[in-house]
């Protein structure tokens, strides 16, 4: 079988927004974008002026039909490319891009549901992927989302999870694992089995769950959602390393 | 890395250079890191050692089997190698123990490897499709160890594939057999976009590199 090349496109950034202190989403116009499926990711590659390159992955977090392809970069400490596009780039600059990468942590409306979808920081961006593809090709599918974030400050997203939570058929939880205010009316602390078994669907209704999020947090829910008895083919998962860049 | 001609330079992009004795040994568009990260599909199988065993097949044939203690007796080697993550990272002078490939043909009584290519399967029902030439002359090992201790499961433990010249995630982990085939063909990756040989030095990342 013989395929083409995914090429390298150009991508020119058209708007950044800072969701928290340091995640930021990217929205971009790529010449010649085929497309994607929600879930998937991009590899950026930065340029020097002197022809010094680098390379990382970054999760797409706009529908399949949005005009503009959007990602959300967080700040890695000590990283190369993330501090570039946190705080440097800007509108009008340009960088290159190859995709769209990935076809496990996908979903399409053939796949149904229920959903669960599971994101811890800024694992929410392929799931707000998801998110709009489902409100958009399938908004009668059953979801849930469940987003553990550890401040209040650290929501990201935080218009769209109120945009979700009025769509009948999708509830949000989110819940807070550090420094929760005495009036916050959500859950408290790192998701596990007890929380799953509240607000997720039972095993009996054969979900399919997504758990995007830093590998501890995706170790722990993955687990939890086999202990409460889901088939371990029944949940896909990203996973971001402990920091991922260093050196 | 030298630019593309048509790569546009990304305005006040500076990015931190190699040192030389580094950039020999990282292949293009990785980067180094001191964490190991864990990248799988699915949750983490746990399997008893009571239940493991370890496997080489030939369509339904088995041609060997060793059971955890019987694994343990054979001869058991230590390497240091460098690993490449197709997600970018490369870590340097990673040390695992295991058992070669050479060792397992030899144990199985095997003097030529019975076709040119494998499929290796894991629980969790993930496999990858690997050149039987990659595999021989100390080039391929099942580990059972990481920097001197037990490989964790997250890491793929009890036991993974280790071919660290090939991008890592040829490298199955929770690996419970080869199964010797006859054409080569993809496996759960390399059905899903991703290269079917995948040499970090040629950057064969996707499908068409």
């Given at each position: 079988m013989r395929v083409p090349r995914l090429p390298w496109r150009t991508a020119e950034i058209v708007a950044v927004r800072n969701e928290t202190a340091h995640a930021r989403s990217l929205a971009l116009r790529v010449e010649g974008w085929p497309g994607h499926a929600a879930g998937q990711h991009v590899d950026v590659r930065l340029t020097a002026a002197d022809g010094y390159q680098a390379q990382r992955s970054y999760s797409i977090s706009s529908a399949p039909a949005a005009a503009e392809l959007e990602l959300l970069v967080d700040y890695v400490p000590d990283g190369e490319v993330s501090p570039y596009l946190t705080h440097e780039a800007r509108v009008g600059d340009r960088f290159e891009l190859r995709g769209p990468i990935g076809g496990y942590f996908i979903w399409t409306a053939a796949y149904g549901g229920p959903l669960l979808l599971v994101a811890g920081g800024s694992g929410i961006a392929p799931l707000a992927s998801i998110l709009a593809y489902r409100a958009a090709a399938a908004p009668g599918i059953a979801t849930h989302l469940l987003y553990s974030a550890r401040t209040a400050e650290d929501i990201i997203f935080k218009e769209r999870l109120e945009a979700w939570k009025e769509d009948p058929a999708l509830a949000v939880s989110v819940t807070l694992t550090r420094n929760v205010a005495a009036d916050w009316s959500g859950y408290r602390g790192r998701i596990d089995a007890a929380m799953l078994h509240e607000v997720a669907f039972a095993a009996s209704k054969s979900p399919l769950a997504y758990v995007c999020g830093p590998t501890a947090m995706v170790e722990h829910v993955a687990d939890a959602l086999v202990s409460i008895g889901y088939p371990a083919g029944r949940v896909r998962t990203e996973r971001f390393g402990p920091t991922g860049e260093s050196t | 890395?030298?630019?593309?001609?048509?790569?546009?330079?990304?305005?006040?992009?500076?990015?931190?250079?190699?040192?030389?004795?580094?950039?020999?040994?990282?292949?293009?568009?990785?980067?180094?890191?001191?964490?190991?990260?864990?990248?799988?599909?699915?949750?983490?199988?746990?399997?008893?050692?009571?239940?493991?065993?370890?496997?080489?097949?030939?369509?339904?044939?088995?041609?060997?089997?060793?059971?955890?203690?019987?694994?343990?007796?054979?001869?058991?080697?230590?390497?240091?190698?460098?690993?490449?993550?197709?997600?970018?990272?490369?870590?340097?002078?990673?040390?695992?123990?295991?058992?070669?490939?050479?060792?397992?043909?030899?144990?199985?009584?095997?003097n030529t490897p019975p076709t040119s290519y494998v499929m290796a399967y894991s629980d969790g029902g993930y496999t990858t499709n690997l050149p039987v030439a990659d595999l021989v002359n100390g080039q391929a090992l099942i580990v059972t160890k990481f920097d001197g201790t037990p490989l964790a499961p997250g890491h793929g433990g009890p036991a993974r594939l280790l071919v660290p010249h090939l991008y890592f995630w040829k490298s199955a982990k929770w690996v419970r057999g080869l199964t010797f085939i006859t054409e080569d063909k993809p496996g759960f990756w390399e059905s899903l976009g991703y290269h079917m040989y995948g040499d970090p030095w040629k950057e064969q990342r996707y499908a068409g590199d």
């Open positions: - | 890395m030298a630019a593309d001609e048509k790569s546009p330079v990304s305005r006040g992009f500076v990015g931190r250079r190699r040192s030389p004795a580094q950039a020999e040994r990282v292949p293009p568009g990785q980067y180094v890191t001191l964490d190991f990260p864990i990248l799988s599909a699915g949750p983490t199988p746990h399997t008893p050692l009571e239940q493991w065993s370890f496997a080489l097949q030939q369509g339904t044939q088995r041609l060997a089997e060793w059971s955890w203690p019987q694994f343990q007796a054979l001869k058991q080697t230590p390497v240091t190698v460098d690993i490449h993550c197709v997600t970018k990272w490369s870590k340097l002078d990673t040390r695992w123990v295991g058992v070669t490939f050479d060792t397992l043909l030899e144990a199985a009584g095997l």
